[in-house]
């Protein structure tokens, strides 16, 4: 998702009091940022945060963090967020939910070995040339960094509706010693999947007929 650039949104990201800042001094800390030592998990390129708000509303006892790197559509999901959050009575917010305004590059200098518990990765872009193929969110360079940071039971979740993207993910991650455990090209056809939480970009491929397909990759 790239948004059209939004003049003072690096300033209004700054300063909100839901995106943390130079995530790099929590690194082996995070469960001292939420107060409590409940599982982390995260999503990579998190867009207007639709999967994420609903996500930690129905899962309060854990934590949530979005990785977004563009500061516009950051600056759009915070807005979402605080909308949201006004239309709740003060004692249903809560505060299981971050974001941080980062490339996911540097996941490493932002968590120790075992921090996170699930990675979640939504509708990444696709990145279509073979020559930015370490570009892609499920690429091998990515996969590694993932390994260091997960806890030894956790998965990555992939979500996409572009299936040449998603059948060259299941060919690459294997390769890099990950196991697929679960495995579906039509998602929202899979009973399994009732308790499914949509994207914004799932919303919209799949309104328009577009199947929907999802990887699940332990170690
Ligand atoms: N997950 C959302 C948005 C999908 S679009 C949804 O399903 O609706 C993919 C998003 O990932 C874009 O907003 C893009 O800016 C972000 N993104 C892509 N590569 C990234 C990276 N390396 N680090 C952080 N964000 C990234």
Redesign the pocket.
Known sequence: ??LRHIPGCEAFVEKSLHVVREPEQYKGKWAALFGNHRPIDL??????G??LRELSMRRRERNFLG????AS?MMKAIQRLEREQEMLPAEERCGNLKFLC????RLTEFFERGEISEIYL????PWPKASHANRR?TSPRFMRLYDQILAPEGRVEFKTDNRALFDWSVEAIPQVGWKLVSLSYDLHGDPAAMDNVM????EKFSSRGQKICKLIAVR
Request: proline share 0%; aromatic share 14%.
């Open positions: 998702m790239r999503e990579i390129g998190m867009g207007k639709r999967f990785l977004e790197r563009y559509v980062e490339d996911a590059g939504n509708f990444s872009d969110l994207t914004e970009y799932e």
